[in-house]
Structure formats: structure tokens, C-alpha cells
């Protein structure tokens, strides 16, 4: 097994592409459901993460159910119905966070400043 030499965090941005992922993920997400990614569509997911994200950083609710709360808030304002349990709640979930880990990208430059091994398990071609 591999020994970890070395762990690096991505608090401000500046390394790897959050926000474009998490746009081009939503996207992707929206329309697998049927939803016209529009500008509308988007900001209503963008809005639902910033306060429910908020809700779980004040320890109002748990981690995950910030997640469903997510979704609870969006979907049916974008006319798609939401399963009745939290496993299903959380299986949608999945299949957003898989659309959004599809599109993780390194901004250019960012390989040659902290070394290739910033861009590993990412989709970022350095």
C-alpha cells in the first residue's frame, strides 16, 4: 500500500474549479431529470445549496439531510416530483454528486505549481 506523503486542501478556489463543476454537475443532473438546465433552474439549485449548506454549518441538520433539503426545495419547483424516502432522496443525490465529480477540473496552471499530483482523481487533463 502507498503511503500518504502529503495532503492538500483547495480552501479558497484557487487550485480546482468548484464552482464550475458544481454548474456544469447541476446541469448535467437537471436535464437527466428532464429539466431545461436554465439560468433559473441553476440559481434555484445555487440558492437551495447556499442556505441548506448553512442550515448544516450552524448544526441545524445532519450533513446528509442538507443534501435531501436540497432537493426537497428545488425539484418541485422545477416540476419534478421527489421520492417519499430518504433513500431515494439520497440515491438522486448520488446521481448529482456523480455528475459533479465527472466534471472536477484543475484551473490552468495549477499542475505546474503544486506538481501533477494535484490533478490525480480529477478529470483535469495537466
Known amino acids: 500500500m502507498a503511503h500518504l506523503r502529503a495532503v492538500g486542501f483547495d480552501l479558497d478556489g484557487t487550485l480546482f474549479d468548484h464552482r464550475g463543476a458544481a454548474t456544469a454537475g447541476a446541469a448535467r443532473f437537471l436535464e437527466s431529470l428532464g429539466v431545461h438546465a436554465s439560468a433559473f433552474a441553476i440559481g434555484r439549485w445555487f440558492a437551495a445549496e447556499t442556505e441548506q449548506f448553512e442550515r448544516w454549518r450552524t448544526g441545524q441538520i445532519s450533513f446528509p439531510e442538507q443534501r435531501r433539503e436540497r432537493l426537497r426545495a428545488v425539484l418541485p419547483a422545477?416540476?419534478?416530483?421527489?421520492?417519499?424516502?430518504?433513500?431515494?432522496?439520497?440515491?438522486?443525490?448520488?446521481?448529482?454528486?456523480?455528475?459533479?465529480?465527472?466534471?472536477?477540473?484543475?484551473?490552468?496552471?495549477?499542475?505546474?505549481?503544486?506538481?501533477?499530483?494535484?490533478?490525480?482523481?480529477?478529470?483535469?487533463?495537466?
Open 78 to 126: 422545477l416540476g419534478v416530483p421527489i421520492p417519499a424516502d430518504d433513500g431515494g432522496l439520497d440515491e438522486l443525490f448520488d446521481a448529482y454528486r456523480h455528475q459533479y465529480e465527472a466534471s472536477w477540473r484543475a484551473y490552468p496552471g495549477a499542475c505546474r505549481c503544486c506538481g501533477r499530483s494535484v490533478c490525480r482523481g480529477t478529470a483535469s487533463a495537466c
